[in-house]
């Protein structure tokens, strides 16, 4: 987690615990909408979690492995909110799959990611634009190597993306399948 | 990288027969060579944080492994600490940022910022040397000693145990911002200076090589963006002095007669294979006006480089000020004239050309690609854009 | 193993403040069945770290008080699991070269991100994940494989201790508390424990330390943080 997120997580959870209702909230396997734009089939259960326009699903916990959605980032914007945003590559409506990856790639090491490699960039219809998918290996700040799958497109000038990552230690594995099912699942709204 | 690991933290290591203390009175007694601190001495204290950041360090995956290259360096560190080799392992990071550091259990930490900017084996003797002359004066340890007495400011130990495990520019803002507790005093620096300045000086290095080093990297630092804070010079604080200080020690030293050697060819040859993957890290910086000192320095030694003019391109590309699409095409173009440009030549180009509405020519950059890298990880990918362009 | 100084010092925060209502050890299944006949335990290095607070607020590591901690957890720990009749293989770095070294390692860092999971997510009930009500189900695979192989244990025990003694009255300000205004007091203990099944790599009980138990540098109290971390060791 970014420090800015860490920070932000403390104090929810310092709110909520005063206030006395929980954080996550549980996903059942029933098609279900993502930021009002398509709906995926979750596969099996997951609890969720909102961070402005990430939605992040996760069976074992956040640092073990996740499924992130977001939901329409907008021309100019990078990927994460983090302390230096003004020197970070910002989203284009009008970037090629590969560019894509380069804002992928880019977005990752602002949040610490290391050794990032990306594999097997191919086309891949997201909803209802020429999208892309990729494979991703890299090594959190801690060192814990990851691997990770992504999916994403321009749609009406917004950008949506899929990211499954997990531990390369069992977790990645562990829900891959369902990763793949909800990718091929996208349907527009 | 897994760490901008470890700040400089040097402590001293007593250079040949130099049992007395320098400086100032009262000053710690030079390091001699296999000498541990005692388990309740606040020093064990610092040796056991840097135990602990080297062995993340070892299994940080941040490591450049490369035989070849690890016995080049070895080499001359060796060359430079003589008998207290053997007390020195040595680390090379892969980071771009510019440093080195030395540690008092022994750790030497080499970035590859440094690799990239140093022009010959000469210029990154010095460094290294200056960090020995760190070491053998125990610098670190007075340093840590001293924030142990402020207040309201992070220990040495809690930076480090920071840097240790994170890699990415938002912990250097943090690190450098205790910069006063980090940096070497004036007194400490000249030392260092001097001694590193002996010890390159002693091993047959031009000794003119010292200053070029620091007043490439003050050229870069102005150019640089004030947001990003530099490890290494929190550490070692520029002067102007400095520079002054060792052109005047270089031409004292510079003896005509000697044979001296700046090593330019064994560097180049040691380093070259790296070179693209380290311009590749220096991009991912987006810090574009430093890079295009860099750039313009190395350009100046190689101007008929396709690898360098790949580079200028890749710098307007992703810059993406106004004209620079158009001065990118025609960097990249030139890197094709010259010759020895990579295979992402061509793909950058035709991405541009693509996004510019010249599809012949996108077509015609993209199946260029296809020929020199058909086993390209986005081969799929590229093909989709030929079709698109069709 | 690494220290991640300003990451564990959130967790004593949250763990500090989030009051009674936590289970103490949990298990993953009740009717586990501990291998018959003696049990081998390969015990991982602790992971020890004591610290001094100085009278600026300043967080020290102390070389000399985590050598002491670290020698009498290491005897504790031996002493607790002989009394279970387990029959402790130490942990030897692999020799035959770094990528032993290095699958260790990252054996190590997922049980450190699993040991940090199960702390947020079953010992803080704001973090409860719904997926895992009701559920103790974290494993770390099958990278233990390479672990048992060569240690032949039928079990592996991770200990992690961190602690801070404060040398004056005075107490750090934690970004944390200064939101809330609350004043945590010096002696903040933090201590966990897992047993991983090296058949199948399950953390089949984790344990988190809820009284501090006073000076990890003296014999009785690590003896004691021990004892307690290790009650109702399913071993």
Known sequence: MTGRRRVGLAVAVLATLLGGCARYSLVEPKPRTIADRYTVDPQISWSALTDGKWELWTVDGFGLES??????????????????????????????ASELVELLVDGLTSIGAQKITVTNLRPHRFGSADGFRCELAFVTRNGLEKRGMAAGGTIDGRLYLVLYSGARLHYYETHRDDAERIIQSIHMK | MKTLVSLALLTAFAAAGCATPRGAPGALADIRPGQRPALDSDEAGLWMQMDRVEGNLK???????????????????????????VDIRLYIVQTPHFNASMAPNGMMQVWTGLILRADNEAQLAYVLGHELGHYQRRHSVQLWRDARTKTNVATVFAVVAAAAGQGYVGSLAQLVALGSVMAFSRDNEREADEIGFELMARAGYDPREAPKIWESLDKERKAGKDSEPSIFFATHPPTDERIETLKESARKAYTPDRAWTDGRQAYLAATRPLRATLLQDELRRRDFARMQVLLDHLMAAEPESGQLQFFQGELYRLRNADGDPGRAVESYEMALMIGGAPPETNRALGLLLMRLGEKPRARAAFERYLTDAPEAEDKAMIRSYLEQLR | MRMKHRRWMWLLLLVGLSGCAQPSSLLRDRNWQRPSGTVRVVVMPPDVELSELTAGGLLEPKADWTELARQHVAVALERQLRARRAVVVPYEVPSSGGEEEAADDQLVKLNDAVG???????????????TKTDKFDWTLGEGVKPLQARTGADCALFVFFRDSYASSGRVAMMVGAAILGVGVPGGRQIGFASVVDLRTGDIVWFNRLVDPSGDLRTAGPAEKAVQGLLTALPL
């Not at chain 3, 940090?116 to 719904?130: E, G, N, S, V």
């Open chain 3, 116 to 130: 940090t999971a199960i702390i947020l997510h079953k010992y803080l009930p704001a973090l409860a994940l719904p």
């Open chain 2, 59 to 85: 299994t940080s995956g941040q490591l450049i492994t490369d035989p070849a290259l690890r016995t080049y360096l070895r080499g001359i560190v060796c060359k430079l600490a003589s008998e207290h080799c």
């Open chain 1, 67 to 96: 499924i992130q959605f977001l939901g329409g980032l907008n021309d100019g914007e990078p990927l994460f909110r983090t302390a230096d945003d003004q020197k970070r590559l910002k989203f284009r409506k009008d970037m090629s």
